[in-house]
């Protein structure tokens, strides 16, 4: 089945510098990767995803980049905010059995210090 | 749409008592989905139902977990008998079809579970 890499496991940044997560996944036939945000003792909410048909995508301070050759995803954050500190979840989803299976990340969790 | 809505938002209990868990996925989403987070194994999903269909239980760790979905509109998460390793918390997503095959997840609040 699908496998689903992150790093790092925590960063700390300072406010105002950019923050980066990283994943890595194994099935080349995954095609969409969601990125959710889970504050603490919240629900995770979706905050920005790419299909693989697109190499990168933007919303405001936050953007994704794809790599399908690399099989390789990435979180960009500028201008960190403490509202950002939370933990990060990547994810992969692809075809299976008639629905989209999604498999998660082990999550990163991020640390702005004022 | 108030969202996706489980119950209880905690729950203790003894081991060996039996543990439901309940979610009301949003108006009009047609596939719902459990999910197991714990710090070691991060969320995992358990089973997956589309059209009140379980379509893939394969996530489901033992025969103590069952999951039923009698209406489009609830579902439940039964262990029996509860056990102090199914601490954790317990997340039900529900998602549409969005383009084609892609399935947006919106989760609940969840419920964290705490078995003595």
């Known amino acids: 089945g699908e496998n689903v890499e992150q790093h790092p496991s925590t960063l700390s940044v300072q406010e105002g510098d950019s923050a980066v997560i990283k994943c890595t996944y194994s099935?080349?036939?995954?095609?969409?990767f969601p990125w959710y945000k889970q504050e603490l003792g919240k629900r995770p909410q979706l905050i920005i995803d790419?299909?693989?048909?697109?190499g990168e995508k933007k919303d405001q301070r936050i953007a994704v980049t794809l790599n399908k050759t690399a099989k390789h995803f990435s979180l960009h954050i500028t201008e960190t905010q403490p509202e950002d500190s939370a933990v990060y979840f990547c994810?992969?989803?692809?075809?299976?059995?008639?629905?989209?299976?999604?498999?998660f990340g082990t999550g990163t969790k991020l640390q702005v210090i004022p | 749409d108030a969202g996706v809505i489980q119950s209880p938002r905690h729950e203790v209990t003894e081991m060996g008592q039996e543990v439901t868990l309940r979610c009301k996925p949003i108006?009009?989403?047609?596939?719902l989905f459990w999910y197991r987070q714990t710090m070691m194994r991060g969320l995992e999903l358990l089973i997956y139902?589309?059209?009140?269909?379980?379509?893939?239980d394969s996530g489901m760790p033992e025969d103590r977990f069952s999951a039923k979905m009698p209406n489009a509109s609830f579902s439940t998460l039964k262990i029996q008998p509860s056990e102090p390793r199914d601490s954790a918390v317990y997340f039900c997503?529900?998602?549409?079809?969005?383009?084609?095959?892609?399935?947006?997840?919106?989760f609940g609040s969840g419920t964290q579970l705490s078995v003595l």
């Open positions: 997503a529900s998602s549409s079809r969005d383009r084609g095959d892609i399935e947006k997840l919106f």
């Open positions: 099935d080349s036939a995954s095609n969409y």
């Open positions: 790419i299909r693989s048909n697109v």
């Open positions: 994810a992969a989803s692809k075809s299976s059995g008639g629905y989209q299976k999604v498999t």
């Open positions: 108006s009009g989403h047609n596939s």
């Open positions: 139902f589309n059209n009140n269909v379980p379509i893939d």
